[in-house]
């Protein structure tokens, strides 16, 4: 061994005998870090006693609340087959508890044209169900059931103070998967939607918040536990089996519409379709108004009336004769209606939006245009009867 050799060795052994002898240093410590090298994960941190953040918390809440007080409902449609055979079709539907001796709100939807209503509660008790009213206008109807005890019940919330941004929950039975809580924002309100029937939906709520196949008639819910709407419909892409999917545009019906339904349910025992009796209208403006001698600003020129209808026992008239404008027949010698209640005519809805704020036994004040001058006529709504 040469003299460099000597000296390292001799260097190493008394570093070593240094360390082990007369040193602080804690040669463990020193190997920690290269045992702990060998985990290739974090473990998690646990913030000890911090529970929920609020929001989550909040939401807890609510769902815990209101759950007990949303309920499936199932409806049976009895329909024929080519064959002509008579056949049972099972819907599907969720709804919530407003008062503790069973009364449910729903969608119309949900029950329209059922011979059997079944109420499923959360502990899974079925109880058979009764339509007390409905109002398809708004897609709306009131359900009672009798269940032998006091129920648990939603809170009822103000829609009119909706703000877009504000926090929402839906709970519902989406896909028949029951309590299922989803949430989201308001996105929008004052929506109208048109559905397969012809009619129209108006002063909707949007909301991105989960709405699927099942969810109709349940609650929307503010972040104080209060409905604020009934999930009503949905705009979705398709499925597996065949039905739309959320893609984050869902539409609830104001709950200030259920109150009014449920005003006039308690005080006449009934929900009344109001009835005017024009059955037909044309939007007229601009040059096609001028060529039929109205005024240029146009209106709703009534095309047909039901005879013996309130609008025709207040004297509104129809077309006296007929004439072609380009490809359209038109009726004309009728009254030109140009304002509803005071407010002008200026959109081909206009009239169908003002029924859909009435309620049968009021008045419309209808300002109409008739052989060069202007006159108003008040029609006293008529009722149509219900059938379920």
């Known amino acids: 061994m040469n003299s460099r050799s000597l000296l390292g060795a001799l260097l190493i052994v008394t570093g070593f005998w240094y360390l082990t002898s007369h040193s602080n240093l804690d040669l463990r410590r020193l190997a920690l870090p290269l045992a702990k090298s060998t985990h290739l994960w974090a473990d998690p941190?646990?913030?000890?006693?911090?529970?929920?953040?609020?929001?989550?918390?909040n939401n807890i809440d609510i769902y815990k609340e209101n759950r007990l007080a949303t309920v499936n409902i199932t409806s049976i449609v009895y329909q024929r087959d080519m064959f002509f055979q008579i056949f049972p079709s099972k819907g599907s539907g969720s709804g919530f508890i407003i008062n503790d001796g069973g009364e449910i709100v729903t969608n119309n939807h949900v029950i329209s044209g059922s011979r059997q209503i079944t109420v499923s509660l959360l502990d899974h008790k079925q109880y058979p169900a009764t339509v007390v009213g409905y109002d398809p206008r708004n897609d709306l109807a009131v359900l009672q059931i009798s269940a032998g005890r006091k129920l648990p019940i939603v809170h009822l919330?103000?829609?009119?103070?909706?703000?877009?941004g504000q926090k929402v929950l839906a709970i519902g039975n989406p896909f028949n998967l029951e309590g299922t809580l989803t949430t989201g924002i308001v996105s929008s309100v004052g929506r109208a939607l048109d559905r397969e029937d012809g009619t129209r939906l108006e002063g909707l709520i949007q909301t991105d918040a989960a709405i699927n196949p099942g969810n109709s008639g349940g609650p929307l819910l503010d972040s104080h536990g209060n409905v604020i709407g009934i999930n009503t419909a949905i705009y979705g892409s398709q499925v597996g089996n065949g039905e739309a999917g959320s893609i984050g545009i869902g539409?609830?019906?104001p709950i200030n519409r259920v109150k009014t339904m449920l005003e006039e349910l308690r005080t006449t025992g009934h929900i009344s379709l109001p009835v005017l009796g024009v059955t037909r209208t044309i939007f007229v403006r601009g040059d096609i108004a001028t060529a039929l001698s109205l005024p240029e600003t146009g209106g709703l020129l009534i095309q047909s009336i039901d005879e013996g209808s309130p609008a025709d026992q207040a004297g509104l008239r129809g077309p006296r004769r007929f004439v072609i404008a380009g490809m359209t027949e038109i009726g004309i010698g009728g009254d030109l209606i140009i304002a509803i209640d005071g407010a002008p005519v200026e959109k081909e809805d206009a009239l169908r939006r003002a029924l859909n704020q009435k309620r049968a036994g009021d008045d419309m004040v209808f300002t109409i245009f008739r052989g060069n001058r202007t006159m108003k006529v008040t029609v006293h709504l008529g009722a149509a009867p219900q059938r379920i």
Not at 45 to 57: R, Y
Not at 157 to 162: H, M, Q, R
Request: negative net charge; proline residues 4%.
């Open 45 to 57: 941190v646990t913030a000890h006693g911090s529970g929920f953040f609020p929001d989550e918390q």
């Open 157 to 164: 919330g103000d829609s009119d103070a909706i703000q877009v």
């Open 251 to 253: 539409f609830a019906m």
